[in-house]
């Protein structure tokens, strides 16, 4: 059975909306098994002080058996990574952001060759999904979380990354509802299609 490795970054409990949008597209997912690793239950912590220079000495060292490599073994033995992340301050949370720190790893999710990087990972595709208090459509400059997903498509070696999101979740007299039924039925058909 092929392995989805879904990163779940959903911080606001049952009424995430963002949740919603997710289990639509898990109710359409078929012939995966699904390894749910929720971020906040990991004590993911951030490159600094002491944790950052073992990082270093182990690298230095090209040790990657290393325990605290192990996201970044799940994240690059995965058939399909699927994120799901509320969008925070132009952005996503930094929670999300710790945890890329913690799998991009070189020699593990990436490598440096002469020719820039190399992306190491298994998966062939990889699901952004999101939703927004605000109204950004496409292409947006104040949408700083689309641009930064699909760059992680070179970078791990993904051939493709889909962005799937909701927009106007907290727009007054915005239709908010139907804008989130479109963002689910366009994840749900997704699926279907992996
Ligand atoms: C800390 C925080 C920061 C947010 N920043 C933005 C923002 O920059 N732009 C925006 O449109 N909405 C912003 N929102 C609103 C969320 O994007 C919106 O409510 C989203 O649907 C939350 O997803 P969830 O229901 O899955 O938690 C923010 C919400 C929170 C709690």
């Known amino acids: 059975m092929k392995k989805c490795l879904f990163v779940d970054c959903l911080i606001r409990g049952e009424e995430s909306r963002t949740r919603e949008l997710a289990e639509a597209f898990f109710e359409k ?17 951030p490159l600094t002080g002491d944790f950052f220079y073992e990082r270093q000495e182990l690298l230095e060292k090209n040790d990657l058996t290393h325990d605290r490599f192990r996201y970044a073994w799940q994240f690059k033995e ?15 949370p930094s929670l999300l952001k710790i945890y890329i720190e913690n799998i991009s790893v070189e020699g593990i999710s990436f490598s440096s060759t002469e020719k820039g990087l190399k992306g190491l990972c298994k998966a062939e595709n990889m699901i952004y999904l999101t939703t927004r208090g605000g109204i950004y459509g496409d292409n ?20 493709k990354v889909y962005c799937i999101a909701a927009d106007g979740m907290d727009v007054w007299g915005y239709d908010s509802k139907g804008s989130l039924d479109k963002a689910k039925q366009e994840a749900k058909d997704l699926a279907k299609h992996l």
Do not use: Q
């Open 29 to 45: 997912l078929k012939d995966y098994d699904i390894e749910h690793l929720i971020l906040e239950e990991e004590g993911l912590r």
């Open 78 to 92: 995965a058939d399909l990574i699927v994120i799901a992340a509320p969008f925070w301050d132009l952005s996503f």
């Open 140 to 159: 947006n400059p104040m949408d700083c979380a689309t641009p930064y997903m699909k760059a992680l498509g070179p970078f791990f070696g993904f051939d």
